[in-house]
């Protein structure tokens, strides 16, 4: 780490949903603002007029949030080197470019968009590589004032040096060098007078103290514009280093194609914030002991930048769930009843049709996450925290618990494996019996007296118990049986087997 604390930022877009690359890039820079004692910032990139949702900005605060990614300033929180949306900082802008046009380091460009295309087809048609042909930059001064005083619809270029090459150094990739001919005149300021990302994120990066830049590799490439526009300004490059591309698991960059990439959508789905943090932390870092479960903390207390990877990682949607479960399990019955209950809570907000299908859902629908929701789900989340790996799951492993009505399942499910559907009848009608007789409604008691009842009839424990499984809870796969019995309690286990015998004919 550099002697001065770092000040890193991120610069998300409003542009819809918050984006897992966003909160990916994020946790790296917080990494090394926190291991240096430096400051991070977060800015808002909504100069693309034509994009903007208005809703997005604030999602990407709740997003951020709620994964436990402060910023020490931002336009939620403040700072001293506000405003921290670039809509607001347009004058800055502009007075930069004028700077830039007095030092003839940009130039006015008048090129209608229909000259534009036409360049493009030709270059296409050619294959040549794209970029501006420079038509406007050799226009004379008299030239310029007229097409301006006449009012003239333009944008301002950066005028890029065709001879020699722009050199930078990537912390993971050593030195980068970009042949000048092969970078092109970039738009500047648009003739809507907002700036592109290539000046607003130079302008706001010097202005805001940013002395590095940790970013995805895809700007790898504009890095040259911006290694040229400090140095027409004359203003000191931060710090370059280049993260890796999240992937698919064919390697193709992320995308909701192939992936769910909304921050919102994974809260929703019930990951912890933990769970998908130390799974982000994952991706292109190697933790120095090989751990594979780890705090923030503990990544910021190994974090070194030189164990960064240019391979893209994979996004792994399955390895994600298995290291969320991990966390669900690592959490107190109490914690984790206090998330289940949140997470349906918010869930109930906005329900979708299988939302108002399920138990656990229609209960909090009907009647709110009252007391007896509460206790209910905090005696039973003990019975599922090893089957589940997401909050989400518990609505379906659960679901036993909140029927408001007799569980529905296929009659089939009730026959026992081996067995005719009479000989099942007969077998759950003695298990009726035999728990009806019972003196305690413990489960140890309830499956001493059933395993006793399995060894007098000649049944195998596990035969014996796969049709009162789905009698009791209408499912083959549940928590476990005797436990869920006893939170069922006698008259609803009862009732459920009086409903399943006739079934069996």
Same mark, same amino acid.
């Given at each position: 780490m550099s002697a001065r604390p770092p000040v890193v930022r991120i610069a998300p877009s409003p542009t819809g949903d918050p984006h897992v690359g966003t909160a990916y890039i994020a946790l790296f820079n917080l990494c090394v603002a926190r291991k240096g004692g430096g400051r991070f910032i977060l800015r808002i990139e909504d100069t693309d007029r034509t994009r903007y949702d208005a809703s997005s900005e604030a999602k990407i605060f709740e997003a951020l949030r709620w994964l436990g990614l402060r910023y020490d300033e931002g336009p939620d929180v403040g700072g001293p080197n506000g405003p921290y949306r670039q809509s607001e900082r347009t004058p800055l802008y502009r007075e930069m470019t004028e700077t830039l046009l007095a030092k003839g380091a940009a130039y006015r460009c008048f090129c209608t968009e229909e000259r534009l295309e036409e360049l493009r087809a030709t270059q296409r048609a050619m294959k040549l590589p794209p970029g501006y042909d420079g038509f406007c930059r050799h226009l004379t001064p008299d030239e310029v004032r007229a097409k301006v005083a006449a009012g003239v619809p333009h944008v301002v270029r950066m005028s890029v040096p065709k001879e020699g090459s722009?050199? =930078?150094? +990537?912390?993971?990739?050593? #030195?980068?060098? =970009?042949?000048?001919?092969?970078? #092109?005149?970039?738009?500047? &300021?648009?003739?809507?007078?907002?700036?592109?990302?290539?000046?607003?994120?130079?302008? +706001? +990066?010097?202005?805001?103290?940013?002395?590095?830049?940790?970013?995805? $590799? /895809?700007?790898?490439?504009?890095?040259?514009?911006?290694? &040229?526009?400090?140095?027409?300004? %004359?203003?000191?490059?931060?710090?370059?280093?280049?993260?890796?591309?999240?992937?698919?698991? +064919?390697?193709?960059?992320?995308?909701?194609?192939?992936?769910?990439?909304?921050?919102?959508?994974?809260?929703?789905? %019930?990951?912890?914030? /933990?769970?998908? &943090?130390? =799974?982000?932390?994952?991706?292109?870092?190697?933790?120095? $002991?090989?751990?594979?479960?780890?705090?923030? !903390? /503990?990544?910021?207390?190994?974090?070194?930048?030189?164990?960064?990877?240019?391979?893209?990682?994979?996004?792994?949607?399955?390895? &994600?769930?298995?290291?969320?479960? $991990?966390?669900?399990?690592?959490?107190?019955? #109490?914690?984790?009843?206090?998330? *289940? *209950?949140?997470?349906?809570?918010?869930?109930?907000?906005?329900?979708?049709?299988?939302?108002?299908?399920?138990? *656990?859902?229609?209960? *909090?629908?009907?009647?709110?996450? !009252? #007391?007896?929701?509460?206790?209910?789900?905090?005696?039973?989340?003990?019975?599922?925290?090893?089957?589940?790996?997401?909050?989400?799951?518990?609505?379906?492993?659960?679901?036993?618990?909140?029927? !408001?009505?007799?569980?529905?399942?296929?009659?089939e499910d009730l026959v026992a494996k081996k067995r005719t559907p009479a000989e099942t009848r007969d077998a759950l009608a003695r298990v009726r019996a035999a728990l009806d007789a019972a003196p305690s409604w413990r489960a140890a008691e309830l499956e001493a007296a059933l395993r006793a009842l399995a060894e007098a009839t000649g049944w195998k424990p596990g035969d014996l118990f796969t049709p009162v499984r789905t009698a009791v809870t209408g499912a083959k796969v549940s928590p476990p049986l005797f436990e869920t019995m006893e939170i069922l309690g006698r008259a609803t286990t009862l009732a459920r087997l009086d409903a399943a015998l006739p079934r069996l004919g």
């Open positions: 722009t050199t =930078f150094h +990537d912390d993971l990739r050593g #030195d980068v060098t =970009f042949e000048n001919k092969t970078i #092109d005149d970039q738009v500047l &300021l648009k003739s809507d007078g907002f700036p592109t990302y290539h000046l607003a994120n130079v302008v +706001d +990066d010097h202005a805001m103290g940013v002395t590095w830049v940790i970013r995805a $590799e /895809e700007w790898i490439t504009s890095t040259p514009k911006h290694v &040229l526009l400090y140095r027409a300004f %004359g203003w000191e490059a931060p710090r370059w280093t280049h993260m890796p591309l999240l992937r698919n698991a +064919d390697r193709s960059k992320i995308s909701k194609r192939k992936n769910p990439t909304s921050l919102i959508w994974y809260r929703d789905q %019930g990951f912890l914030p /933990e769970g998908l &943090l130390n =799974f982000l932390g994952l991706m292109g870092y190697g933790h120095p $002991e090989g751990k594979e479960k780890f705090t923030f !903390d /503990e990544l910021v207390a190994t974090f070194d930048i030189g164990r960064l990877s240019t391979t893209g990682p994979v996004f792994d949607l399955e390895k &994600l769930k298995w290291l969320n479960g $991990e966390w669900i399990r690592s959490l107190t019955d #109490d914690d984790l009843a206090a998330r *289940v *209950v949140a997470h349906v809570e918010r869930r109930a907000q906005a329900p979708t049709p299988e939302d108002a299908a399920n138990p *656990v859902m229609r209960r *909090v629908l009907a009647t709110g996450a !009252d #007391d007896a929701f509460r206790a209910l789900v905090r005696r039973t989340t003990p019975l599922v925290r090893e089957r589940i790996r997401t909050l989400e799951e518990y609505a379906s492993i659960a679901a036993c618990f909140f029927h !408001d009505t007799l569980p529905t399942y296929p009659a």
